[in-house]
């Protein structure tokens, strides 16, 4: 049987293996047995869910991950703490052959480097990382079905929020071209070593089709970039610079059944997908 690790086993093992954890490396290792089973559970994992893990850490969360019987891929950047997993899993009673350590940067990691190819992404996120990690992944992984995320309280709200408030942005966008996001839950700061000045979220998400099969991810992106670069500004001024001139930007608004003079935030994905798509047409139309 799997034992996870408490505040009194992490502290021994950073002093073991002279890890002090960085602000650089955005690292705040949780130390709360409950708190890893409640993420766990919330995770929804199958019986022969391939997990990946970023930032594992000193391997809470992971140990965690084994002890539900999953085969987990860990990517950590800090190579002490890479070197060191494998064996604290080990010693912790994890399965052998379970565990798959990748010393990497999960921005760069790619798909041919995950075999077997995971299905679901659960992972404790450094904060200062954490929106680009899971946008690269859902990009580069296919495979990846589902997953749960903790990540700063703010961060969680942005990328689960919805058209119209406040907080919606690139991150709420960008997140649902790949899937349907959902909070999950709050983490205290109290379950941490050393102890956030922020709380923390778990973001839920389950994979679903583009809204759009016709237009290129990175055509729809680039209609995001534009629009919130200016938040305040109409869409019709937003995306002048995008469509090359303001009344160009309203042409392909109305082609795409958008309003011109609406803001960036009261439109949810497929309507970015579609203004990308009018621009495609557009420019593809003869002079």
């Known amino acids: ?96 052959g379970a565990l798959t350590v990748h010393a990497a940067d999960a921005l760069r990691i790619t798909a041919a480097e995950l075999d077997p190819a995971p299905t679901a992404l659960v992972a404790n996120l450094p904060y200062n990382v954490a929106v680009p990690v899971v946008l690269h992944l859902l990009a580069e992984l296919p495979t990846l079905r589902h997953g749960l995320v903790m990540v700063q309280k703010e961060v969680a709200d942005r990328l689960t929020a919805g058209p119209g408030g406040k907080v919606y942005g690139i991150p709420s966008v960008k997140l649902a071209w790949y899937a349907s996001a959902r909070p999950a839950g709050k983490v205290p700061p109290s379950v941490f070593w050393p102890v956030p000045n922020v709380d923390s979220g778990l973001v839920g998400f389950t994979r679903r089709e583009p809204p759009r099969a016709d237009v290129p991810r990175a055509d729809v992106f680039r209609v995001v970039d534009a629009a919130f670069a200016q938040r305040r500004k109409t869409l019709r001024a937003a995306l002048a610079g995008w469509a090359g001139g303001a009344e160009r930007a309203a042409q392909v608004l109305v082609a795409a059944g958008v309003d011109p003079g609406a803001r960036g935030e009261a439109l949810g994905v497929g309507a970015f997908a579609d203004i990308a798509a009018a621009a495609n047409v557009a420019s593809a139309a003869p002079e």
Do not use: Y
Not at 21 to 41: C, E, M, S
């Open 1 to 96: 049987m799997t034992e996870l690790l408490g505040p009194a086993e992490i502290r021994a093992l950073a002093g073991r293996l002279g890890v002090a954890p960085t602000k650089r490396l955005g690292q705040n290792f949780v130390h709360d047995p409950n708190t890893v089973r409640r993420i766990v559970a919330a995770a929804d994992l199958a019986p022969d869910e391939v997990v990946l893990e970023v930032g594992p850490g000193l391997g809470s969360l992971t140990l965690g991950l084994l002890a539900a019987g999953s085969r987990v891929h860990a990517v950590e950047l800090d190579p002490v703490l890479a070197g060191a997993l494998a064996e604290t899993a080990a010693q912790r009673g994890a399965p052998a």
